[in-house]
């Protein structure tokens, strides 16, 4: 029989979860590319779960940690001449593509481009 009458609970509870920055992932995760290199030594050193590195490993691999610079897309600047047309509005949704006129110039955007991508451009064209 069991004399204690007192109950302790013990509460396993996790903290906050970690957010990393992703040029430390990258970082980590290059760092554990190279010949020879330990995982579990890498994870340890940088206070990381090895298991974590393995799915950043992976993550990176299937090219979805990215760079922090973001790629750039091919642009070519032509003169406006006179005799173009624009495209309508309702075929240049159709076929994914952005037409953007500028003075005497017209940037045409193939494709869905990401905010960051059009900021970038609409920034490069008021520079001109």
Known sequence: MDTNSKAVM??????????????????????????GAS?????????VN?????????TYR???????????????????MASDQLPAVSSSASTGCLTIEFGQVRVRIEGRPDAE?????LAELQQR
């Open 50 to 58: 090895a298991n974590q590195v393995f799915l950043w490993r992976k």
């Open 10 to 35: 013990v509460s396993k509870r996790r903290g906050p979860y970690r957010h990393h920055p992703l040029a430390l992932k990258r970082a980590i995760v290059e760092e554990t590319l190279q010949p």
């Open 39 to 47: 995982v579990a030594q890498i994870a340890r050193k940088h206070g």
């Open 62 to 80: 299937e090219g979805l940690l990215p760079d922090a610079k973001p790629a750039l897309l091919p642009v070519t600047l032509t003169p406006l």
């Open 117 to 121: 991508i059009l900021r970038l451009v």
